[in-house]
């Protein structure tokens, strides 16, 4: 394809895209497609010929999108929102277009530096503390997801623990609410003790349990590690005390990964941020632009407060990697901070949304899906046909039927049917509840006012 | 961002991408930036007010351009291709405007089934063994890198050799020419027992060196557990011989890794097939579209002739995971075959480019590098100035300057200093020497010729 024919087609696409994003309200939110349909659709072989592009956009419109779950409707209220924008958008456009390998600082300068900039500017918006900047001993990075960053987190902390323990004495500890990437992480790192700490009536970790739980497995002879806190649980959003808590860890000399996948960006309202307090003690942190700072995934970053047992723990050096740059010790080379050796230039899409919102513009937003989250769950709250079953100090609100467990489950069920509407039905503490995160970039509250309008008329 | 101003700033961008891929033969292939020139070009903190889409675009421009290395431009010889074409830009525009999370069948079934069917319809193009297929015992899905293919498939086998022995009495191994991320990944699944197996002549990995070492190792009441095999090793694309060197690892119960990350492309050549004789016999494959298939990075195939053990390895379901097709065991939960919990639409820019090139059309591009390739090979090799260094069976030609080190050295600094090329220098067996490595999408004869009168005239 040449770059005019590519012009062309690029034109097409975007008309494509622009058209998508107009009338996304007008698809079912969630896809009615029975398991195989799509696949059934679609040939058992590739062309042995080139296909005209035309073909390939009518079998994209035709057969792709009818399997497709909008996360991308302002009536998406599932899961944690996996935010796309215009400014996002074009910054993937770019970076594809481009097509560098941001591996070593050489092989794209640009690559690198602008991703230190931008995980450098994070630190200040977010209120994250100074050392965490490239300029000190920490810093920052783009991974694909917060899986991978507790993953590096655990070999990292299993590294430094290898003068002090075998393996198999390691303890890796977490609360009944962490997400579940941490206990699979520590399952691929090669640990074998995990511990879920319980959590009190808000979903945060339970201190006193904590501490009861490290002093127990030392008296096994065991040696406590790591442990992960989270600022907003998936399931509630709940919020571990990072002081308290950190206190306890670092007694036994334990590695403290702080998760704020979702609740990250929010602390970009400094009003929000005594929910984070006791950073400055931790070890490393995540949060993903990709859910709601209004920016693809993937975009996943990654702080360390100091970087060298990390770059320790992921550096190897081949004869064709090196290079000047790398060798005079004055560059990054971010392969040394994850698994992969590859990177895409995902900075251009987080750079492009942070000039184009600006730190204010993204507050708007953000403050914005909160107060509708707080206007809904005052709602639910006064009327007796339902109960709230945690806090809600973000945009996630947690409810059920006052009738218990089968009318939740048929109300999530009868919502999500309608298909003007998607939400996940969970279970937390054996009751059945509805989780209704609020935060699509393009969510308002003529989307909150609908769906209250739904739930009122369902239930 | 609405959607018409999106789709005004998608066609100034989508302008902007053709305008570079037509004119990308004018920047020097290299960039000429020094350390911290970009970083020190941009501001030290993010704006808090929106800014005007233009100045975005203008710094772009002003100063992320130069900082960019042109691994797009034809006249790019550098480590292996990263190849973008424009079906593949095309696809991720469409990944990035749909914004799906595709971690579960349900939460996307296009993502999941259309990846499906792409993987599926590899095993016919590669020519790779029908077990592989999904419809079968294996299966196959798309991550991240070839490095996190390995460490899976290191992950997986470290899980089923628990039985057999602990973690410290495991080894890995893998040849001298295996790239560093295998030995970067055994240190990240936590095994400290590597081993680097000597190779031949034509860098392959010598079969009784391998089952000398393996004797010794389990003399010394070690245990076996993985062996990595390449096809197109990264320093000069040797071939591991599979099916002999497998044979000697089954006798002790190891799991094969095959690393085809560049080589595998070719493989949709039904004569270059017997360099993956032997395919049939191992327990886990990769190779990266994302190289020599016109796709974007990221977009790296593994596959695996039993999915059980890597999904036993990988697997966990917390509540809020839980859904109906999950639990029906229909569905694929890609999810559950890496370390990553969510997902991009990545099949899609592999479906466009599959449809856009035919099988037919890619063969012609690959078949036009190689030919390239050994036209160059024979060149250098009739010339008394240079020598080749090591076989060439793809598109990759190591050579060096028959005067030494010193020359050969001086002779990559100045072939990149023209920026008219771009090329890697190495070190092989203590010589120096150079990669030359053709596979950019677009690059053709002239540019060829061009490197060879560069290099003619600067030898």
């Known amino acids: 394809m040449t770059p005019e024919d590519f012009r062309k087609r690029g034109h097409d696409m975007v008309d494509w895209i622009a058209d998508y994003l107009a009338n996304v309200t007008r698809y079912p939110v969630n896809s009615q497609v029975e398991p195989g349909a799509i696949r059934g659709a679609l040939p058992d072989a590739a062309p042995e010929q080139p296909e005209p592009f035309e073909d390939v956009i009518r079998d994209l419109n035709e057969i792709i999108m009818p399997g497709i779950t909008h996360w991308q409707s302002p009536n998406w209220f599932s899961y944690f929102p996996a935010n796309s924008s215009g400014p996002s958008v074009l910054g993937e456009m770019a970076a594809a277009g481009l097509g560098v390998q941001g591996m070593l600082w050489s092989t794209s300068p640009a690559a690198t530096e602008l991703e230190t900039v931008v995980v450098d500017w994070m630190v200040d918006l977010l209120g994250l503390p ?30 430094l623990a290898r003068q002090r323990a075998s393996l198999d004495r390691m303890v890796v500890y977490a609360s009944d609410q962490t997400h579940s990437s941490v206990e699979k992480g520590a399952r691929i790192a090669g640990f074998t003790n995990f511990r879920a700490i319980p959590t009190d009536a808000a979903f945060a970790m339970d201190p006193a349990a904590f501490e009861e739980q490290v002093a127990a497995d030392r008296a096994d002879g065991l040696v406590p590690v790591f442990v992960a806190l989270t600022v907003g649980t998936t399931a509630t959003t709940g919020v571990d005390p990072i002081r308290t808590l950190t206190g306890i860890a670092k007694k036994s000399g334990m590695w403290v990964h702080v998760d704020a996948a979702y609740a990250g960006s929010a602390m970009i309202c400094p009003e929000l941020r005594h929910h984070q307090d006791g950073l400055e003690l931790v070890d490393s942190y995540t949060f993903n632009p990709h859910k709601w700072m209004f920016t693809n995934f993937d975009c996943n970053l990654y702080y360390v407060a100091d ?34 050796l590859g990177r895409r230039f995902r900075s251009l899409k987080l750079w492009f949304v942070l000039r184009h919102y600006g730190a204010e513009g993204i507050r708007h937003h953000i403050r914005g899906h909160i107060e509708l989250a707080q206007d809904l769950a005052g709602k639910l709250e006064a009327d007796p046909r339902f109960e709230l079953v945690a806090p809600h100090p973000f945009s996630l609100v947690v409810f059920r039927h006052s009738d218990g467990d089968t009318a939740t489950t048929r109300l999530a069920t009868d919502l999500n049917g309608t298909g003007q509407v998607s939400l996940t039905p969970t279970t937390l503490r054996d009751m059945s509840a509805i989780r209704v995160s609020i935060g699509q970039t393009n969510t308002s509250k003529e989307n909150v006012d609908a769906l209250w309008a739904l739930i009122d008329q369902l239930a």
Chains 1, 2 share one sequence.
Do not use: C, F
């Open 130 to 159: 100074n050392a965490w900047k490239t300029t000190g001993p920490g810093g920052g990075v783009i991974q694909m997801s917060a899986s991978d960053s507790a993953h590096v987190a655990m070999v990292t902390a299993r590294e």
């Open 307 to 340: 970087r060298k047992p990390l770059i320790d723990a992921m550096s190897i050096l081949p004869p064709y990697l090196r290079n000047e740059a790398t060798l005079s010790g004055k560059v990054i080379d971010y392969r040394d901070w994850h698994v992969p």
